[in-house]
């Protein structure tokens, strides 16, 4: 079954440091999706592309998070400095067209 | 922002018995889904029922749509204690193929043996 893969599964660092966030999208997906998941907002959208071009990215905090996508085949999402508050589960997830989004296992972000 | 609100926020059932979750949303939208999130893990798609669908089925779910009341359901029969998940609707408002998807904050679902 082909998948979505996120890296690191786990993150701990302490505020200030930069982190970043990888992600594979299923090939012959054209969009990409960012979300983050806390226990007080549930899941938000961050940021998503279709055909490596950003097309919102409203949901980000434009000072300190960045995302982008190099080629089809891998799509990142820094934060710096991070702080405590960007504590969080940050899931990616790819689709095509109206087809349902399949969702990466998640990269558990632990700022100090 | 939140599009979806699921109702009730937690489900306590025994196996074999039904499940069943509602979801509200707010503003038009082309399709609602639903997904499953295991602890740990990342969402999985359960069933997709569009705009212009009343009912649909797929295995133990069964999913009904109302948009005049802007709500939907779900409903999980013969419940197993594999079932035990959050249970999430999404919208994807409008016309365009491959929008955001708007979640609700989930319903937690407990199904004991």
């Known amino acids: 079954d082909a998948r979505v893969t996120q890296t690191p599964r786990h993150k701990v660092t302490e505020m200030g440091q930069e982190v970043t966030m990888r992600c594979q999208p299923i090939?012959?997906?054209?969009?990409v999706f960012w979300y983050r998941q806390t226990m007080m907002q549930g899941l938000e959208l961050l940021a998503y592309?279709?055909?490596?071009?950003?097309?919102?990215d409203s949901g980000m905090p434009k000072d300190r998070f960045s995302a982008e996508m190099p080629d089809a085949t891998l799509a990142t999402l820094k934060i710096q400095p991070s702080e405590p508050r960007d504590s969080a589960v940050y899931f990616c997830?790819?689709?095509?067209?109206?087809?349902?989004?399949?969702f990466g296992d998640g990269t558990r972000l632990s700022i100090l | 922002s939140q599009q979806g609100e699921e109702d009730p926020q937690a489900l306590s059932i025994q196996e074999g018995e039904n499940a069943t979750m509602n979801c509200s949303y707010k503003t038009s939208i082309n399709n609602l889904q639903w997904y499953r999130q295991n602890s740990g893990r990342g969402l999985v798609h359960l069933i997709l029922?569009?705009?212009?669908?009343r009912e649909k089925h797929s295995g133990r779910l069964r999913v009904t749509l109302d948009t005049s009341k802007k709500s939907s359901s779900l409903l999980i029969t013969a419940s197993r204690a594999a079932d035990t998940a959050s249970y999430f609707c999404?919208?994807?408002?409008?016309?365009?193929?491959?929008?955001?998807?708007?979640f609700g904050k989930g319903t937690t679902l407990s199904v004991s043996s």
């Open positions: 997830a790819s689709g095509q067209g109206h087809q349902p989004q399949h």
């Open positions: 029922i569009r705009s212009n669908e």
């Open positions: 999404a919208t994807a408002p409008g016309d365009k193929a491959g929008t955001a998807l708007i």
């Open positions: 090939l012959g997906h054209n969009t």
């Open positions: 592309f279709r055909n490596r071009a950003p097309l919102d």
